[in-house]
C-alpha cells in the first residue's frame, strides 16, 4: 500500500512558476513509479508526466513539454513537479499516482487506469 498526498497548488499568474509535491507513505517508495496528471472541469483526466521508479527516465504529455520538469527523492519518499511559464489552460486539479515498477508500466504510463494508488489532488489556478 502507497498513500500520496499533494501539495503545493494555489493560484498564480500567466507566467508564473509553481512547485507541486507528492509525498509517499508505506513500504519501498523506490519500487514505484509515479505518474501526474490533472483534470480540469468537465474533462477527462490528462496526463502530464512520469518518472521511473529508479527516477532516470522521464516522460512528459506534450502540452507540458520543455515547461514542466518532473523529479523524485526517493530518500524523502517525495515526488516533484515543477511548472513553469504556466497558462491559464494549465488550471486543473493535478493529481500524482504511483504503480510498482515493472517493464509493463512503460508501454502505459500515460493512462490513469495503469495506476493503483492516487492522491487527494491539488488545485491549480491560472489567471491570464
Known amino acids: 500500500q502507497v498513500q500520496l498526498v499533494e501539495s503545493g497548488g494555489g493560484p498564480v499568474q500567466a507566467g508564473d512558476s509553481l512547485r507541486l509535491s507528492c509525498a509517499a507513505s508505506?513500504?519501498?517508495?523506490?519500487?514505484?513509479?509515479i505518474g501526474w496528471f490533472r483534470q480540469a472541469p468537465g474533462k477527462e483526466r490528462e496526463f502530464v508526466a512520469a518518472?521511473?521508479?529508479?527516477?532516470?527516465?522521464?516522460w512528459f504529455g506534450d502540452s507540458v513539454k520543455g515547461r514542466f520538469a518532473i523529479s523524485r527523492d526517493n530518500a524523502k519518499s517525495t515526488t516533484f513537479l515543477q511548472m513553469n511559464r504556466l497558462k491559464p489552460e494549465d488550471t486543473a486539479v493535478y493529481y500524482c499516482?504511483?504503480?510498482?515498477?515493472?517493464?509493463?508500466?512503460?508501454?502505459?504510463?500515460?493512462?490513469?487506469?495503469?495506476?493503483?494508488?492516487w492522491g487527494q489532488g491539488t488545485q491549480v489556478t491560472v489567471s491570464s
Open positions: 499516482a504511483a504503480e510498482l515498477g515493472t517493464n509493463g508500466w512503460y508501454a502505459r504510463l500515460r493512462f490513469p487506469k495503469t495506476y493503483s494508488y
Open positions: 508505506g513500504h519501498t517508495f523506490e519500487s514505484y513509479a
Open positions: 518518472i521511473s521508479w529508479v527516477g532516470i527516465s522521464t
